[in-house]
C-alpha cells in the first residue's frame, strides 16, 4: 500500500510538471493539452470550468481510469529518475548520446523548414507579419502605444530557440594556448632553428666527441629561451591589457515582450534581458541612446527616428529609419526598415523583431570572412628571414672552408679537433646576440609606446610601422571626431554676416539680438532631452545645435524653455524635410511663435521676411541671393546647413488647439515666415590632424582617406586637413583628376574576382585603372568594407607600397587585417576592429600614428646599426681558426668568442634601442623592405670587409708583438711546456683584449652614418654604460685568476694593454674621414641641386 501511494504521488507530480517532456519522449499518444490547465494546478489557482481536467483530458480514450493512468505515471517517473541516476540504457544513454550529438542546424530545418537563413535574408522585403510566421513568433498589431494579448515568444520558445540558434555572441578569434605560443616563440623561427643547430653542433662535440667545452651549448640555450619568452610575455601582456579594456566596456540589458499565462491566461509581460540571451524571433523595445543588440527588422518606430550606422558603413550622418517593407532589389544593408547589431539609436523609439544574432548578423558575417583571412607578414619577419639565410650562407661556407682546409693540412689533427675548428669557425659566424637585442629593442618600443597611450599588440609591427609608405585611413572617429558639431552660423543685421560658434560672437552675453533669437530657435525647435546622467541624448544634429545655442543663452536655457512651453509640434520627415514647433508665449496671453526648422531652400521658400535684429525686412532677390551664396560656401567645405524661420501669432485664445500635419491641413498660417538664420555642421577634424598629415607628406608617405560617406564631404574635409591642396582638383587634368577622388559606385566595375590582384585576376583595362588610381587618388568614398580591403590590396600588389591601415569601425576590419599594419581606435573603436588590429590608440588620436611611425623608423635604424656593430667583429673572430692551419698559435677559444658575443656585444647591442635619432628620420624617404634590406651588401662590406679588417690587423699586430709568440708557430699546442702555455694564454689575452677594444670603437662610430661623434657625442647613457662594463669585464677576465683559469688567459703589463687600444684608435679616425668625405659630398649634391632649382626659377 505505501508503494502505491508513492506511486500515485510521483504520477501526480510527474503529471503536473513535466507533461511537455512525456509528450516530447512519445511515452503517451494524448491529445495536445492547453498549458492553461497545468498552470493553475500549479499555482494553486481553481481551473477554469468549461475546461477538461488534466486527468480526464489524458485517460479520454485510453480505456483506464484516473486512479490507473496515475499509477503508470508514477512508474514512469521511477523508471525516468533511476535511467538518470544509472545511466539506464534505455533512456539514459540514449538520452545522453541524442544530446551530444545535437545538429543545431538539423534543428533549425526540423523548426523551420529548409533555407530558413535565405529567407531571413529577405527580411527587410517581408511584411511584418510574413516575417512573424517564418519565426514562429507574434506581432499582432503592434504599435506605440498599444499591445496584444498574445506578443513575442514564450519561455518553452525561447528554449528552443536558444538550442537551435545559440548565443547572441560573435564566436572570437581562435586563440592559440599560451605554452604553444611561447614553444613557437622559443623553437619556431629561421634564426632560432639555426642557432639550435649550433647548440646541437656544440653538445654533440662536447658529449659524442669528449669536447671540454659544454658552458657554451647552455649559455646560448639560455639565451634562446630568454628571448623567446621575452617577446612572448610582452605580447601575452598586451594581450591581458585588451582583455582588460573589453572587460570594462558594460552591457546595457534589452527590453523584450514575452509571452506568459498568469491566472490561466496568456499575458504579454515586457522582461529585460542580457543582450547574450536575445534569440530570433524576439520583439525588442529601442529607445535614443540604445545599443542595437542584434538584426532587428522594425515593426514600429516614431516619426522622424534616426540610426548611427557609422560603425558599419562609415556614414558621418544619422540614417533615418522606417517601418515601410522594402523591394526586393534592394541590399539589406541599404533597407531602412532594419537596424544592425553594433549600431546605435539616435533618436525615436522603435520595436522590432530580431532576425539574426551572433555570427548570423551583418555584424557577424564581416567578422567570420576576417577571422579566415590570413594576417599580412611583418616587414620584421621578411627582414629577418632575409639576415638568416645571408647569414646561414656565410656561416655554412666559412665552416665547410674550414673543415676542408683542416682535412688538407699537413699538421694532422684527430677528427675531434678538426670538428671542433669548423664548429668554432661556423660559429663564429652567427649572431648569437641578434636575436635578444632584435626582441628586447622592440620590447623597449613598446613600452615607450604604452606610455604615448599606443598599445601594441604583435611588437614587431613597430618596425613595420617605420616602412609604412602609404596609409590609409578611416574619416569617420579616426580623421574627425565622429561627433556632429555646430561650426558656423549666418544671421543679417544690417547685414548678412557669418560667425564660428567657436569665436566670441556666438557666447553669452551676445550683442547681436539676431544671433540671440537664432539662439532662441535652436533652443525650442529641438528634440534632444538629457538623459539620466544629465547629458543632451538624441540624434547627433539635435544636440549639436543645443550645445552650441546653450552657448549662447547659458544659465538661461531652462528657464526659457519652461517660459516658452512646447504646445504642438509637426515633426521632421522625407517629404517635407522640415520640422515646426509652436510654443505659448508665456510672457503674452493669447501669443505664440512658431519655429521652422529644415533643409534650407525648402524654408526659405516658405519665408517673405528676413530678421534684421529686432524687426523683420522683405526678403528681396538680392537677400535671398545673399542667402544663398552663404549657403553654397557653407556646403562645399563640407558642412550639413539647416535654416531656422519664425513667425508670432497674436490673438488665439491660450485654449487653441493647433491641428495637422502638412500646411494644406494646418488650422494656422503655414506661409509668410520671417529668415532667422543658418546654422553648419559637420563633423569635424580632430585636433592635430592637419599638422599629423603634413609631417607624413614630408616623411614621403602618402596618407588616403576610405570612408563610406558622401564624396563632397570626404573631398571637403581632405582639403581641410592637407590630403588634398586647395583647387588640386581643378588644376588637374581631367584623366587624372577622375582617379584623385574615386567612389565605390567606380571600383565595382574594377573589383578583381579573388582576393588580390594575381595574373589572370583582371584584364588589362582594368588593370590600368588600378594603376592609374594607386598613382593618384587621395580619396575614395562611398566604399564598403570589401573595397577597403581590395584598395589595401592594390596599394600592396600593384603600387608595391608597406601600407597601414587605420580604423574604428567594422567596415575598416578586413582592411585592418589586410594591412601590414592595421591600427584600430582603442575608445571608439569596435571589438571587432580592435581584434584585427596589430596596434591600438587607446587615446584616439590620430598624431599618434605619427609618433608611432616616427618610433618605428627609429627602430628600424637603431636595429640596423646594432646588426652593422654585431658583424664587425666576425672576421677578427673567425681567421683565428684559418691561422692555426697555418702554424699560428691558437689567438682566440671558442669560449672567448662565446663571451665576446653574448658576455659584451649582447649588450651593447641591446642598448641601441636607447640611441636618439641622428637627423630628422621623419624627413626621409621610408625603407622598403624589398628593395632596401635592413642587412644588405653595403653592411656586409662595412661590417666584414673595412671595420672588421681594421679590427683584425689590429688584433693581428697586438698578438704576434707579445713575447715568445713566435717561438711557438708550428707547433701543436698538446707539446706545449708550462712556459710555453702561458705565452700562448697572454697572447689569447691581448688578442681578446684588442677585440674587445674594437668593438668599442665600432659601436661608437656605427651610432651615426655621416654625423662627426666630435658633435653627436655619445648622447646614450646606456650605451655609455656598457662601454665601461665591457672595459670591466675583459679587465676581469684578463686579471682576476679564477676566469684566467676558465678562460685561458694571462695577465697583460700597461704596455701590452695599452698598445690593446690600436684598433679602437684607428677605427675612430678612419670612420672621421670617412664621413667628413661623405657629408662635403652631400654639401656639393644640395649645392648643385638649390643651382638648378634657381636656373629653372
Given at each position: 500500500?505505501?508503494?502505491?501511494?508513492?506511486?500515485?504521488?510521483?504520477?501526480?507530480?510527474?503529471?503536473?510538471?513535466?507533461?511537455?517532456?512525456?509528450?516530447?519522449?512519445?511515452?503517451?499518444?494524448v491529445a495536445e493539452v492547453d498549458e492553461a490547465m497545468l498552470k493553475p494546478r500549479l499555482n494553486g489557482l481553481q481551473p477554469d470550468p468549461t475546461k477538461k481536467p488534466w486527468l480526464e483530458a489524458l485517460t479520454e480514450g485510453s480505456g483506464l481510469d484516473g486512479i490507473r493512468m496515475v499509477e503508470i505515471l508514477g512508474l514512469l517517473a521511477v523508471a525516468l529518475i533511476v535511467s538518470r541516476q544509472a545511466k539506464f540504457p534505455l533512456c539514459g544513454r540514449k538520452a545522453e548520446k541524442e544530446q551530444s550529438?545535437?545538429?543545431?542546424?538539423?534543428?533549425?530545418?526540423?523548426?523551420?523548414?529548409?533555407?530558413?537563413?535565405?529567407?531571413?535574408?529577405?527580411?527587410?522585403?517581408?511584411?511584418?507579419?510574413?516575417?512573424?510566421?517564418?519565426?514562429?513568433?507574434?506581432?499582432?498589431?503592434?504599435?506605440?502605444?498599444?499591445?496584444?494579448?498574445?506578443?513575442?515568444?514564450?519561455?518553452?520558445?525561447?528554449?528552443?530557440?536558444?538550442?537551435?540558434?545559440?548565443?547572441?555572441?560573435?564566436?572570437?578569434?581562435?586563440?592559440?594556448?599560451?605554452?604553444?605560443?611561447?614553444?613557437?616563440?622559443?623553437?619556431?623561427?629561421?634564426?632560432?632553428?639555426?642557432?639550435?643547430?649550433?647548440?646541437?653542433?656544440?653538445?654533440?662535440?662536447?658529449?659524442?666527441?669528449?669536447?671540454?667545452?659544454?658552458?657554451?651549448?647552455?649559455?646560448?640555450?639560455?639565451?634562446?629561451?630568454?628571448?623567446?619568452?621575452?617577446?612572448?610575455?610582452?605580447?601575452?601582456?598586451?594581450?591581458?591589457?585588451?582583455?582588460?579594456?573589453?572587460?570594462?566596456?558594460?552591457?546595457?540589458?534589452?527590453?523584450?515582450?514575452?509571452?506568459?499565462?498568469?491566472?490561466?491566461?496568456?499575458?504579454?509581460?515586457?522582461?529585460?534581458?542580457?543582450?547574450?540571451?536575445?534569440?530570433?524571433?524576439?520583439?525588442?523595445?529601442?529607445?535614443?541612446?540604445?545599443?542595437?543588440?542584434?538584426?532587428?527588422?522594425?515593426?514600429?518606430?516614431?516619426?522622424?527616428?534616426?540610426?548611427?550606422?557609422?560603425?558599419?558603413?562609415?556614414?558621418?550622418?544619422?540614417?533615418?529609419?522606417?517601418?515601410?517593407?522594402?523591394?526586393?532589389?534592394?541590399?539589406?544593408?541599404?533597407?531602412?526598415?532594419?537596424?544592425?547589431?553594433?549600431?546605435?539609436?539616435?533618436?525615436?523609439?522603435?520595436?522590432?523583431?530580431?532576425?539574426?544574432?551572433?555570427?548570423?548578423?551583418?555584424?557577424?558575417?564581416?567578422?567570420?570572412?576576417?577571422?579566415?583571412?590570413?594576417?599580412?607578414?611583418?616587414?620584421?619577419?621578411?627582414?629577418?628571414?632575409?639576415?638568416?639565410?645571408?647569414?646561414?650562407?656565410?656561416?655554412?661556407?666559412?665552416?665547410?672552408?674550414?673543415?676542408?682546409?683542416?682535412?688538407?693540412?699537413?699538421?694532422?689533427?684527430?677528427?675531434?679537433?678538426?670538428?671542433?675548428?669548423?664548429?668554432?669557425?661556423?660559429?663564429?659566424?652567427?649572431?648569437?646576440?641578434?636575436?635578444?637585442?632584435?626582441?628586447?629593442?622592440?620590447?623597449?618600443?613598446?613600452?615607450?609606446?604604452?606610455?604615448?597611450?599606443?598599445?601594441?599588440?604583435?611588437?614587431?609591427?613597430?618596425?613595420?610601422?617605420?616602412?609604412?609608405?602609404?596609409?590609409?585611413?578611416?574619416?569617420?572617429?579616426?580623421?574627425?571626431?565622429?561627433?556632429?558639431?555646430?561650426?558656423?552660423?549666418?544671421?543679417?543685421?544690417?547685414?548678412?554676416?557669418?560667425?564660428?560658434?567657436?569665436?566670441?560672437?556666438?557666447?553669452?552675453?551676445?550683442?547681436?539680438?539676431?544671433?540671440?533669437?537664432?539662439?532662441?530657435?535652436?533652443?525650442?525647435?529641438?528634440?534632444?532631452?538629457?538623459?539620466?546622467?544629465?547629458?543632451?541624448?538624441?540624434?547627433?544634429?539635435?544636440?549639436?545645435?543645443?550645445?552650441?545655442?546653450?552657448?549662447?543663452?547659458?544659465?538661461?536655457?531652462?528657464?526659457?524653455?519652461?517660459?516658452?512651453?512646447?504646445?504642438?509640434?509637426?515633426?521632421?520627415?522625407?517629404?517635407?524635410?522640415?520640422?515646426?514647433?509652436?510654443?505659448?508665449?508665456?510672457?503674452?496671453?493669447?501669443?505664440?511663435?512658431?519655429?521652422?526648422?529644415?533643409?534650407?531652400?525648402?524654408?526659405?521658400?516658405?519665408?517673405?521676411?528676413?530678421?534684421?535684429?529686432?524687426?523683420?525686412?522683405?526678403?528681396?532677390?538680392?537677400?535671398?541671393?545673399?542667402?544663398?551664396?552663404?549657403?553654397?560656401?557653407?556646403?562645399?567645405?563640407?558642412?550639413?546647413?539647416?535654416?531656422?524661420?519664425?513667425?508670432?501669432l497674436d490673438g488665439y485664445a491660450d485654449d487653441f488647439v493647433f491641428e495637422g500635419s502638412s500646411p494644406e491641413k494646418c488650422n494656422f498660417p503655414m506661409a509668410g515666415f520671417t529668415w532667422v538664420g543658418l546654422i553648419g555642421l559637420e563633423d569635424p577634424p580632430k585636433e592635430g590632424v592637419k599638422d599629423a598629415i603634413a609631417v607624413l607628406d614630408e616623411a614621403s608617405c602618402k596618407t588616403v582617406m576610405v570612408t563610406g560617406d558622401h564624396p563632397t564631404t570626404a573631398q571637403a574635409i581632405a582639403t581641410?586637413?592637407?590630403?588634398?591642396?586647395?583647387?588640386?582638383?581643378?588644376?588637374?587634368?581631367?584623366?587624372?583628376?577622375?582617379?584623385?577622388?574615386?567612389?565605390?559606385?567606380?571600383?565595382?566595375?574594377?573589383?578583381?574576382?579573388?582576393?588580390?590582384?594575381?595574373?589572370?585576376?583582371?584584364?588589362?583595362?582594368?588593370?590600368?585603372?588600378?594603376?592609374?588610381?594607386?598613382?593618384?587618388?587621395?580619396?575614395?568614398?562611398?566604399?564598403?568594407?570589401?573595397?577597403?580591403?581590395?584598395?589595401v590590396r592594390a596599394y600592396q600588389q600593384i603600387g608595391g607600397a608597406v601600407v597601414a591601415m587605420t580604423g574604428d569601425g567594422v567596415n575598416d576590419a578586413p582592411a585592418l587585417k589586410a594591412a601590414e599594419v592595421g591600427v584600430a581606435m582603442g575608445i571608439r573603436g569596435t571589438e571587432v576592429a580592435k581584434e584585427a588590429a596589430d596596434i591600438v590608440l587607446l587615446d584616439d588620436k590620430f598624431t599618434s600614428v605619427v609618433e608611432a611611425m616616427g618610433q618605428g623608423r627609429l627602430c628600424s635604424e637603431n636595429?640596423?646599426?646594432?646588426?652593422?656593430?654585431?658583424?664587425?667583429?666576425?672576421?677578427?673572430?673567425?681567421?683565428?681558426?684559418?691561422?692555426?692551419?697555418?702554424?699560428?698559435?691558437?689567438?682566440?677559444?671558442?669560449?672567448?668568442?662565446?663571451?665576446?658575443?653574448?658576455?659584451?656585444?649582447?649588450?651593447?647591442?641591446?642598448?641601441?634601442?636607447?640611441?636618439?635619432?641622428?637627423?630628422?628620420?621623419?624627413?626621409?624617404?621610408?625603407?622598403?623592405?624589398?628593395?632596401?634590406?635592413?642587412?644588405?651588401?653595403?653592411?656586409?662590406?662595412?661590417?666584414?670587409?673595412?671595420?672588421?679588417?681594421?679590427?683584425?690587423?689590429?688584433?693581428?699586430?697586438?698578438?704576434?708583438?707579445?713575447?715568445?709568440?713566435?717561438?711557438?708557430?708550428?707547433?701543436?699546442?698538446?707539446?706545449?711546456?708550462?712556459?710555453?702555455?702561458?705565452?700562448?694564454?697572454?697572447?689569447?689575452?691581448?688578442?681578446?683584449?684588442?677585440?674587445?677594444?674594437?668593438?668599442?670603437?665600432?659601436?661608437?662610430?656605427?651610432?651615426?652614418?655621416?654625423?662627426?661623434?666630435?658633435?653627436?657625442?655619445?648622447?646614450?647613457?646606456?650605451?655609455?654604460?656598457?662601454?665601461?662594463?665591457?672595459?670591466?669585464?675583459?679587465?676581469?677576465?684578463?686579471?682576476?685568476?679564477?676566469?684566467?683559469?676558465?678562460?685561458?688567459?694571462?695577465?697583460?703589463?700597461?704596455?701590452?694593454?695599452?698598445?690593446?687600444?690600436?684598433?679602437?684608435?684607428?677605427?675612430?679616425?678612419?670612420?672621421?674621414?670617412?664621413?667628413?668625405?661623405?657629408?662635403?659630398?652631400?654639401?656639393?649634391?644640395?649645392?648643385?641641386?638649390?643651382?638648378?632649382?634657381?636656373?629653372?626659377?
Amino acid at each position: 500500500m505505501p508503494v502505491r501511494i508513492l506511486m500515485l504521488a510521483l504520477g501526480a507530480a510527474m503529471a503536473d510538471r513535466t507533461m511537455v517532456e512525456l509528450r516530447a519522449s512519445r511515452a503517451l499518444r494524448v491529445a495536445e493539452v492547453d498549458e492553461a490547465m497545468l498552470k493553475p494546478r500549479l499555482n494553486g489557482l481553481q481551473p477554469d470550468p468549461t475546461k477538461k481536467p488534466w486527468l480526464e483530458a489524458l485517460t479520454e480514450g485510453s480505456g483506464l481510469d484516473g486512479i490507473r493512468m496515475v499509477e503508470i505515471l508514477g512508474l514512469l517517473a521511477v523508471a525516468l529518475i533511476v535511467s538518470r541516476q544509472a545511466k539506464f540504457p534505455l533512456c539514459g544513454r540514449k538520452a545522453e548520446k541524442e544530446q551530444s550529438t545535437f545538429d543545431p542546424v538539423a534543428a533549425r530545418e526540423y523548426r523551420f523548414g529548409p533555407s530558413l537563413m535565405q529567407k531571413l535574408e529577405g527580411s527587410h522585403a517581408m511584411t511584418s507579419e510574413e516575417l512573424a510566421n517564418v519565426l514562429h513568433t507574434h506581432v499582432g498589431e503592434m504599435t506605440g502605444n498599444t499591445r496584444q494579448p498574445s506578443l513575442g515568444l514564450s519561455d518553452r520558445q525561447v528554449e528552443e530557440h536558444q538550442q537551435i540558434f545559440g548565443r547572441n555572441a560573435l564566436t572570437p578569434a581562435k586563440k592559440e594556448n599560451p605554452i604553444w605560443l611561447l614553444i613557437k616563440q622559443v623553437f619556431g623561427g629561421l634564426f632560432n632553428i639555426m642557432l639550435w643547430i649550433c647548440v646541437a653542433c656544440e653538445l654533440t662535440l662536447a658529449l659524442i666527441f669528449d669536447g671540454d667545452d659544454t658552458l657554451t651549448p647552455l649559455i646560448l640555450s639560455m639565451v634562446i629561451v630568454a628571448s623567446g619568452t621575452l617577446q612572448w610575455w610582452t605580447e601575452l601582456q598586451a594581450e591581458s591589457m585588451m582583455e582588460s579594456l573589453q572587460n570594462m566596456q558594460r552591457t546595457e540589458l534589452v527590453c523584450v515582450y514575452r509571452s506568459t499565462f498568469q491566472g490561466g491566461k496568456r499575458v504579454v509581460q515586457e522582461t529585460w534581458i542580457e543582450p547574450g540571451d536575445l534569440v530570433p524571433g524576439e520583439l525588442v523595445v529601442l529607445e535614443a541612446g540604445d545599443k542595437i543588440p542584434a538584426d532587428i527588422r522594425i515593426v514600429f518606430c516614431t516619426e522622424g527616428a534616426e540610426v548611427d550606422n557609422a560603425a558599419l558603413t562609415g556614414e558621418s550622418l544619422p540614417e533615418a529609419r522606417t517601418v515601410e517593407v522594402e523591394g526586393e532589389g534592394v541590399a539589406v544593408h541599404e533597407a531602412h526598415n532594419v537596424c544592425f547589431f553594433g549600431t546605435t539609436v539616435l533618436k525615436g523609439k522603435m520595436k522590432g523583431i530580431v532576425f539574426a544574432t551572433g555570427d548570423d548578423t551583418f555584424l557577424g558575417q564581416i567578422n567570420e570572412t576576417m577571422t579566415q583571412c590570413a594576417r599580412t607578414r611583418s616587414t620584421l619577419e621578411t627582414q629577418i628571414e632575409h639576415f638568416v639565410h645571408v647569414i646561414a650562407y656565410v656561416a655554412m661556407a666559412v665552416g665547410i672552408l674550414s673543415l676542408v682546409a683542416n682535412l688538407m693540412s699537413p699538421v694532422q689533427r684527430p677528427i675531434d679537433l678538426i670538428l671542433e675548428n669548423a664548429a668554432t669557425a661556423f660559429f663564429a659566424q652567427v649572431p648569437e646576440g641578434l636575436l635578444p637585442t632584435v626582441t628586447i629593442s622592440l620590447m623597449i618600443a613598446s613600452t615607450r609606446m604604452v606610455k604615448k597611450k599606443v598599445l601594441v599588440r604583435k611588437i614587431d609591427a613597430i618596425e613595420t610601422l617605420g616602412c609604412v609608405s602609404v596609409l590609409c585611413s578611416d574619416k569617420t572617429g579616426t580623421l574627425t571626431s565622429g561627433c556632429m558639431t555646430a561650426t558656423d552660423v549666418v544671421t543679417y543685421a544690417g547685414g548678412f554676416s557669418s560667425c564660428r560658434c567657436t569665436g566670441s560672437e556666438w557666447a553669452a552675453p551676445v550683442a547681436n539680438a539676431s544671433v540671440l533669437s537664432l539662439a532662441q530657435c535652436g533652443i525650442l525647435n529641438n528634440s534632444s532631452k538629457p538623459n539620466r546622467e544629465g547629458v543632451m541624448a538624441g540624434s547627433p544634429t539635435e544636440v549639436a545645435i543645443m550645445e552650441a545655442c546653450t552657448r549662447v543663452l547659458g544659465d538661461d536655457r531652462m528657464q526659457y524653455q519652461e517660459q516658452n512651453p512646447q504646445v504642438f509640434e509637426i515633426p521632421f520627415n522625407s517629404e517635407t524635410k522640415w520640422m515646426l514647433t509652436i510654443h505659448a508665449d508665456g510672457l503674452r496671453p493669447g501669443a505664440f511663435r512658431m519655429v521652422l526648422k529644415g533643409a534650407p531652400e525648402r524654408v526659405l521658400a516658405m519665408c517673405n521676411r528676413v530678421l534684421d535684429e529686432t524687426k523683420a525686412v522683405g526678403l528681396t532677390e538680392q537677400r535671398r541671393g545673399e542667402i544663398n551664396s552663404s549657403l553654397y560656401k557653407l556646403m562645399s567645405g563640407g558642412r550639413r546647413v539647416l535654416c531656422f524661420a519664425e513667425m508670432r501669432l497674436d490673438g488665439y485664445a491660450d485654449d487653441f488647439v493647433f491641428e495637422g500635419s502638412s500646411p494644406e491641413k494646418c488650422n494656422f498660417p503655414m506661409a509668410g515666415f520671417t529668415w532667422v538664420g543658418l546654422i553648419g555642421l559637420e563633423d569635424p577634424p580632430k585636433e592635430g590632424v592637419k599638422d599629423a598629415i603634413a609631417v607624413l607628406d614630408e616623411a614621403s608617405c602618402k596618407t588616403v582617406m576610405v570612408t563610406g560617406d558622401h564624396p563632397t564631404t570626404a573631398q571637403a574635409i581632405a582639403t581641410r586637413i592637407g590630403i588634398l591642396k586647395e583647387d588640386e582638383l581643378a588644376n588637374l587634368p581631367e584623366e587624372i583628376r577622375e582617379h584623385t577622388v574615386v567612389t565605390g559606385s567606380q571600383l565595382a566595375n574594377y573589383l578583381p574576382e579573388g582576393d588580390g590582384f594575381e595574373d589572370g585576376a583582371l584584364n588589362e583595362e582594368q588593370m590600368e585603372f588600378w594603376r592609374k588610381t594607386v598613382k593618384h587618388a587621395r580619396v575614395f568614398a562611398r566604399v564598403s568594407p570589401v573595397h577597403k580591403r581590395v584598395i589595401v590590396r592594390a596599394y600592396q600588389q600593384i603600387g608595391g607600397a608597406v601600407v597601414a591601415m587605420t580604423g574604428d569601425g567594422v567596415n575598416d576590419a578586413p582592411a585592418l587585417k589586410a594591412a601590414e599594419v592595421g591600427v584600430a581606435m582603442g575608445i571608439r573603436g569596435t571589438e571587432v576592429a580592435k581584434e584585427a588590429a596589430d596596434i591600438v590608440l587607446l587615446d584616439d588620436k590620430f598624431t599618434s600614428v605619427v609618433e608611432a611611425m616616427g618610433q618605428g623608423r627609429l627602430c628600424s635604424e637603431n636595429l640596423k646599426k646594432s646588426i652593422m656593430y654585431t658583424l664587425c667583429s666576425k672576421i677578427p673572430q673567425v681567421m683565428p681558426t684559418f691561422a692555426e692551419l697555418l702554424g699560428v698559435p691558437t689567438a682566440l677559444t671558442v669560449t672567448q668568442v662565446l663571451l665576446i658575443d653574448i658576455g659584451t656585444d649582447i649588450w651593447t647591442a641591446i642598448a641601441y634601442a636607447f640611441q636618439p635619432a641622428e637627423a630628422s628620420l621623419m624627413s626621409q624617404k621610408p625603407r622598403h623592405p624589398l628593395r632596401e634590406r635592413m642587412v644588405d651588401w653595403t653592411v656586409l662590406v662595412y661590417s666584414y670587409f673595412y671595420i672588421g679588417m681594421i679590427q683584425m690587423a689590429a688584433c693581428w699586430f697586438v698578438f704576434f708583438s707579445m713575447p715568445h709568440i713566435l717561438d711557438l708557430m708550428h707547433k701543436h699546442s698538446s707539446s706545449y711546456t708550462v712556459d710555453e702555455t702561458k705565452w700562448n694564454y697572454a697572447g689569447m689575452a691581448a688578442y681578446y683584449w684588442t677585440l674587445v677594444l674594437g668593438q668599442l670603437g665600432a659601436a661608437m662610430v656605427t651610432t651615426t652614418t655621416r654625423t662627426s661623434l666630435l658633435s653627436y657625442g655619445l648622447p646614450n647613457k646606456w650605451l655609455n654604460v656598457c662601454f665601461v662594463l665591457e672595459v670591466l669585464l675583459a679587465a676581469t677576465v684578463i686579471y682576476w685568476e679564477p676566469c684566467q683559469r676558465l678562460f685561458k688567459t694571462e695577465p697583460l703589463n700597461a704596455t701590452q694593454a695599452l698598445m690593446g687600444c690600436t684598433g679602437l684608435v684607428a677605427i675612430l679616425f678612419v670612420e672621421e674621414i670617412r664621413k667628413a668625405c661623405f657629408r662635403w659630398g652631400d654639401t656639393r649634391r644640395d649645392a648643385k641641386a638649390a643651382l638648378l632649382l634657381l636656373e629653372e626659377s
